[in-house]
């Protein structure tokens, strides 16, 4: 019951009126203050950002070289492998869009904008997909060149792992 008396007979305390608006106008201040002050985030971890995180045409070619050549050399019959991939380009990012479109009676009119992110100066456009480089060609030397059945396999497994017709595919013996 004191504090419920106190905020009824605050009108007539002049003191504790002026304390209580002195006390709300400072909170409202540092609210307010606290907004211009930089978030105190760690500045130690970056933020994830795409293009940091994915790989490059050269990393992404020396990375799958790796995976084909423990993979092909798993193939019965194949010994050794080496594998060496030409790659046409680098990552592409897929930038996302809106749009809309109208009508007429003879026309089709369709406007299409990016989608941005961010705020103020640090706008930027919303990346949808990043496409991994295109490899373009393989070859594959291999100790167990000299076998038919095992070059039909290596043609087709790396055709199949890399989704490249045979005729960009070129298998031929490892030099020991």
């Not at 002195?22 to 909170?27: A, D, E, K, P, T």
């Not at 760690?42 to 994915?54: A, G, H, L």
């Not at 100066?121 to 295109?134: G, R």
Request: proline share 3%; net charge negative.
């Amino acid at each position: 019951m004191e504090w419920a008396e106190k905020f009824r007979d605050l009108p007539k305390d002049k003191k504790l009126l002026v304390a209580v608006m002195c006390l709300g106008i400072s909170g409202l201040i540092f609210i307010m203050l606290s907004s211009l002050i930089p978030d105190g985030k760690n500045k130690d971890v970056p933020e994830y950002d795409i293009v940091s995180e994915s790989l490059g045409a050269e990393s992404y070619r020396i990375e799958t070289e790796k995976r084909l050549e423990d993979f092909l050399s798993s193939i019965d019959g194949a010994g050794d492998v080496k594998v060496y991939l030409t790659v046409g380009s680098d990552e592409r990012y897929i930038y996302a869009t809106e749009g809309k479109r109208s009508k007429s009676e003879n026309k089709t009119e369709e406007e299409r904008k990016y989608v941005m992110i961010g705020s103020g100066n640090e706008k930027s456009a919303l990346v949808e997909t990043v496409q991994t480089p295109m490899v373009t060609g393989a070859v594959i030397a291999c100790g167990g060149y000299d076998n038919p059945a095992v070059q039909e396999q290596i043609y087709k497994a790396t055709s199949a792992a890399l989704g490249l017709p045979t005729g960009q595919i070129y298998v031929t013996k490892l030099k020991h």
